[in-house]
């Protein structure tokens, strides 16, 4: 059976932006910071005065803006009545939801941000996805379901721009793990038969396994472009952390 392909779309930038906006769904909008925004992480504090510029220009209460103690696993925490202070100090790398006025949020400098709504809850949730987390998809699609009700067929998954397969060389002992955990297509070959990771074709195949059909992808490589922050472009001093987000348009009134 042939498989059709994932439609593909490059981020708008325009002119003196600070974030893109990603299309999920009607009335859940989605984006992500660019690097001239600056650095987007948590301090140990739990507090950053760029995130809380980024609440203020979009509107969003104190308190409502999520973010996480990002350990690159496969965590997903279920944001319910926990304050945002509390989210902060749990390790985890995504969160999902039901609440109407929570804006959950992870950062990225080369691993992808995957955004998900569905159409008919109204549940919606974001991952933080590099190698080793690949696979954290499947735990948020299954508390989706288990605690919102969420089936496959309604709901919408983004893939947002992270480091390509252009860019993406490893060692090829990764190389043999990762494409024995998700598949030979997920590894691919420069011109001198190097490895290379394809963390979307991984992605793409965890979501359809698990029914999705509704799947985009944002092509735009984070290590080729200077707009957007990368650990590997950058290197570990000075790479930028930018700031993913999805949440219902009513808590983004400025969005």
Do not use: K
């Amino acid at each position: 059976m042939s498989v059709s392909p994932v439609p593909t779309a490059a981020l708008d930038y325009l002119p003196g932006a600070l974030h893109c906006d990603i299309p999920v769904v009607s009335g859940i909008p989605a984006g992500i910071t660019l690097a001239a925004a600056g650095g987007m992480g948590l301090s140990r504090g739990r507090t950053s005065p760029r995130r809380s510029e980024f609440a203020a220009r979009h509107g969003i209460p104190p308190g409502r803006l999520y973010g996480l103690r990002q350990v690159h696993s496969r965590r997903v925490l279920i944001v319910e009545d926990q304050t945002a202070d509390e989210a902060a100090i749990v390790e985890a790398d995504g969160f999902v939801t039901g609440s109407a006025d929570a804006v959950l949020s992870v950062t990225v400098a080369d691993c992808l941000p995957i955004f998900f709504a569905d159409r008919r809850t109204g549940a919606f949730g974001i991952v933080h996805s590099g190698w080793r987390g690949t696979g954290i998809v499947r735990e948020a699609l299954g508390l989706m379901e288990s605690r919102f009700g969420s089936l496959p067929d309604d709901i919408a998954a983004v893939i947002g721009p992270g480091i390509g397969a252009c860019c993406y060389g490893v060692p090829e002992e990764r190389a043999a793990w990762f494409a024995s955990e998700y598949g030979p297509d997920t590894v691919l070959r420069d011109g001198h038969g190097s490895p290379r990771l394809d963390l979307r074709a991984a992605n793409i195949g965890l979501l359809r396994d698990a029914g999705v059909r509704e799947i985009r992808v944002i092509a735009d490589c984070t290590s080729c472009s200077p707009r957007l922050g990368s650990f590997r472009r950058q290197g570990p001093v000075d790479y930028t952390l930018m700031l993913a987000w999805v949440g219902p348009r009513d808590a983004l009134p400025g969005g």
